[in-house]
């Protein structure tokens, strides 16, 4: 069984409990200037949603450039992106795409 | 301050039969709400981090244990199906849960006076999750009953979390032909459902839509690698230029709304604040119980 990654966990529990910490044990550090706290209020929605895009719109294959693709994958996630954003449930939209997908390829599609 | 021993009062009033242990039963009928969007949300995690990343049980384990954070350990599935060299993962995680660092500092003054090893504990806990749902506890019962928090941090979102990761992480492996069952469609829907969780006003939307063009365009030309690092980067710096009088802000990061729209979309605690309080007040020292 890989442990390969456990490594990175350790990392990213360093990059993480510092920010979670800081407030509780050093009271006052966490007045950041408001335009670095406008910008961590923005990092989220743009991560997250570079790599949904690039996860459904950028096909990578072994040996060749990537390339841009819309398949049975994007459609099912843009009918999630819908839904999430309709219902704000996001179990709700992933059930949504999980389904498109399965019954489209059910059909022969994609 | 004074606004709090008011609190104190508005929670006594919804509560006068009950007092604290009536404040308790509904936290924790709040919490179970959030045990089944965490559980599910853990399972479709556990897939993904299987079919994306090749997770093993073991790593996926010690990454819910250690990094305890939904969005980050989705966006390393991510980094890592995408190639990114461990660096920019760490980097990238930063940068994704340095919102912790207004829920920590929102959270704090509930601590005063606690051990310094339980208010490090206590720190390693705090998720969306659980600020969300103790600081409704703090303002229903007016008081730092830290019963709250625990209850929050360990039974509602610790445990439902890591047990559903490894469910899922299991189950992926057993499913020979993913695609089949819409697997490979979790991950990117998740993303994105979670960036719309995110978007409390017009900023965060063009932030969101730079960050996908961006990442998208440079994907293209760089690799996926740098595209995803160049969107999280670029799409925060051109939503910082739309002007503060139409942003259109709704909540604000490290208020209660905030939590509860970046981690369960569709939940609503027991709110008692307007939407645009960023930092709430701990009650008067004087109106504080002691611990039951």
Do not use: C, K
């Not at chain 1, 989220?44 to 693709?69: H, K, M």
């Not at chain 2, 009950?18 to 399972?43: E, H, K």
């Amino acid at each position: 069984m890989s442990t390969e990654f456990i490594g990175l966990a350790v990392l990213m529990f360093a990059a993480t409990y510092p920010s979670r910490a800081v407030g509780l044990l050093v009271p006052g550090i966490h007045r950041l200037p408001r335009p670095a706290l406008d910008y961590l209020q923005l990092v989220g929605p743009a991560v997250l949603s570079a790599i949904g895009a690039v996860a459904v719109l950028v096909r990578v294959p072994e040996d060749g450039a990537p390339t841009f693709g819309v398949g049975v994958d994007s459609i099912a996630v843009l009918v999630a992106l819908l839904i999430t954003t309709w219902r704000r449930n996001l179990l709700f939209g992933i059930v949504a795409a999980v389904a498109i997908a399965v019954i489209a390829r059910a059909v022969g599609l994609g | 301050m004074a606004d709090a021993g008011v609190e104190a009062g508005a929670a006594a009033d919804a509560h006068p039969s009950g007092g604290i242990r009536a404040a308790r039963r509904q936290t924790i009928l709040d919490g179970i709400g959030i045990i089944v969007t965490a559980a599910g949300f853990g399972f479709v995690y556990g897939l993904a981090a299987r079919e994306d990343a090749g997770f093993s049980p073991v790593e996926v384990v010690a990454m819910s244990t250690l990094v305890f954070a939904g969005a980050a350990q989705f966006a390393a599935v991510g980094y890592i199906a995408a190639g990114l060299a461990w660096p920019g993962v760490v980097i990238l995680t930063a940068l994704l849960n340095a919102r912790h660092i207004l829920y920590s500092a929102s959270i704090a003054p509930w601590f005063a006076g606690r051990s310094l090893p339980l208010r490090a504990i206590a720190a390693h806990l705090l998720t969306d999750e659980a600020y969300a749902l103790s600081m409704a506890h703090f303002r229903r019962t007016g008081r730092a009953d830290l019963w709250g928090y625990w209850f929050a941090a360990i039974a509602v979102t610790f445990i439902p979390w890591n047990l559903a990761t490894l469910a899922g992480v299991v189950v992926g492996g057993s499913i020979p032909e993913p695609e089949q069952f819409g697997i490979d469609v979790i991950f990117p829907a998740a993303m994105l459902g979670l960036a719309v969780g995110l978007i409390t006003g017009r900023r965060e939307i063009v932030a969101a839509v730079v960050g996908a063009g961006v990442g998208v365009g440079v994907s293209l030309a760089l690799g996926t690698a740098v595209g995803i690092i160049a969107g999280g980067v670029i799409g925060p710096a051109v939503g910082m230029l739309v002007p503060e009088r139409i942003a259109r802000e709704e909540a604000p990061l490290g208020s209660t709304p905030s939590a509860e729209r970046y981690s369960m979309p569709g939940t609503r605690l027991g709110r008692t604040r307007r939407p645009d309080d960023a930092m709430p007040e701990p009650p008067d020292s004087s109106s504080e119980a002691p611990e039951p």
